[in-house]
């Protein structure tokens, strides 16, 4: 279904296409000496689009982009919408029978058209003008905000390359909001190696620590009112943007759940990192899996959730050997990349001690996730079960709260299992017998006997 939203965007994007190939007609007349109605491509006006009539011409608007900016902008995005308007740049020089040098390009792996580099981006703003190329470099710098706000960069020149050869890249999120008009969810993949975390329950199914709860409370508190106290309140200037938080204790507690809850109870979409993914045995390799994540997540207020964190995060070695220096910069790196993070991470581990001491001075909580006691057993308990599957008459859920001390996770363990048994029997009622069977079988998988 074709929506309004898109309508909109279709009619700013040809507005701005008929200009950019005006630009890029031009310049490749006056590259060539060609009978040309301009002497400057800057004299070609761009379209005046309404900001409130497509997200297109919300986002030109909102960032104000001065001419140069949205011709380069304008130039990556045409290979994802009109690609062939490019295709002039794959004309060949007739005393060399290649590719013209000064219109840069690469060739895409499965892509058949023209990928326009930083240099087509130079040669399309200044043709053969040493001055003007070098004055329009800026646009590619870190601290510009097309760097800054993971809009636009150049990636994947070759070692000792000229920084130029590599291609303009659009983010993928910028490409869904200028066409479609809304950013898609990413999928888990190589390139995005994390998943977004759901739950059906609900915060009052929370069953916390009165202590543990307050803490989580906090973090609450501060997607609710981080904005505010960093930028209305002015303390953004002496206080690092984001809040970190270290989850520890036991198996089955509750650490994930909670994070899934805070991020349902504020609206907030919650990705847990697959380490399996992130982590590499080869140097350097760790570094780029996770920048991936953090690319993708900044200036989305996503909540990034590592879980057994301690295989990334773990302490620093003695150094031996140049692979713990490597690994020693690796969590170097890690720290503080997780530290500029400006949203929310969230640690998980079984053992505070397991992970390195400079990310936990640098966390804003650290909050512990007890075995819940008798009175939460209970809790869980009774909210466990199917309201379908009645228990039978010689059930004591206090009594069993009293006896067996297990953890959150553990306890839903015992009732898919005493529920499905149920089921095999062709029967709707809970057995005594099936719930101790499963709680034996949780035991022994812990190494207790009772």
């Known amino acids: 279904m074709v929506t309004g939203i898109a309508i909109g965007n279709a009619t700013a994007l040809k507005s701005e296409l008929d200009w950019f190939f005006k630009l890029l007609d031009t310049r490749i007349k006056l590259h060539f000496g060609h009978e040309c109605t301009y002497s400057d491509i800057f004299e070609i006006t761009p379209p005046e689009l309404d900001p409130s009539g497509s997200m297109y011409g919300h986002f030109i608007n909102h960032y104000d982009l001065t001419f140069a900016e949205r011709a380069v902008f304008v130039l990556s995005l045409v290979p994802h919408i009109k690609p062939h308007l490019l295709d002039v740049f794959l ?163 509750g650490k994930t759940l909670t994070a899934s809850l805070i991020g349902k109870v504020t609206g907030r979409d919650v990705y847990r990192i697959d380490l399996s993914m992130v982590v590499s045995k080869y140097i350097g390799e760790t570094e780029k899996n996770l920048e991936k994540v953090f690319q993708r997540a900044e200036h989305k207020d996503w909540i990034l959730f590592f879980d057994e964190a301690d295989a990334l995060f773990g302490k620093r070695t003695n150094i031996n050997d140049a692979h713990d220096r490597f690994a020693n910069q690796e969590i170097s790196y890690l720290l503080q990349r997780v530290e500029d993070y400006a949203g929310v991470v969230i640690l998980a581990s079984n053992m505070r001690s397991n992970l390195d001491e400079a990310f936990t001075r640098r966390f804003q909580s650290i909050i512990h996730f007890p075995m819940p006691r008798q009175n939460d057993r209970l809790r869980l308990w009774n909210n466990a079960f199917s309201e379908k599957t009645p228990l039978e008459a010689g059930v004591d859920l206090r009594k069993i709260a009293a006896e067996y001390e297990l953890s959150g996770g553990a306890i839903m363990n015992v009732v898919r299992y005493a529920t499905l048994m149920t089921l095999k029997k062709k029967s709707r009622v809970i057995s005594l017998d099936d719930i101790l069977e499963g709680i034996r079988k949780e035991l022994q998988k812990e190494g207790r006997t009772s």
């Open 91 to 253: 004309s060949t020089d007739a005393a060399s029978s290649r590719r013209f040098t000064e219109f840069g390009g690469r060739n895409g792996t499965a892509y058949q058209g023209f990928l326009p580099t930083g240099e087509t981006a130079l040669f399309l703003l200044a043709g053969d003008d040493v001055e003007k190329r070098l004055s329009f470099q800026y646009l590619f710098d870190a601290d510009h905000f097309f760097a800054q706000h993971n809009i636009l960069r150049i990636e994947g020149a070759g070692e000792n390359e000229p920084e130029m050869s590599g291609l303009l890249t659009l983010s993928r999120d910028i490409i869904d909001l200028v066409t479609t008009g809304k950013m898609r969810r990413p999928a888990f993949s190589a390139d995005f190696p994390a998943r977004r975390l759901e739950t059906g329950l609900d915060w009052d199914d929370l069953v916390l620590d009165p202590y543990t709860l307050s803490q989580v409370l906090e973090i609450k508190a501060w997607i609710e009112h981080g904005d505010e106290l960093l930028n209305d309140l002015g303390l953004g200037r002496k206080l690092k943007p984001g809040y970190r938080a270290l989850f520890y204790g036991p198996p089955g507690t």
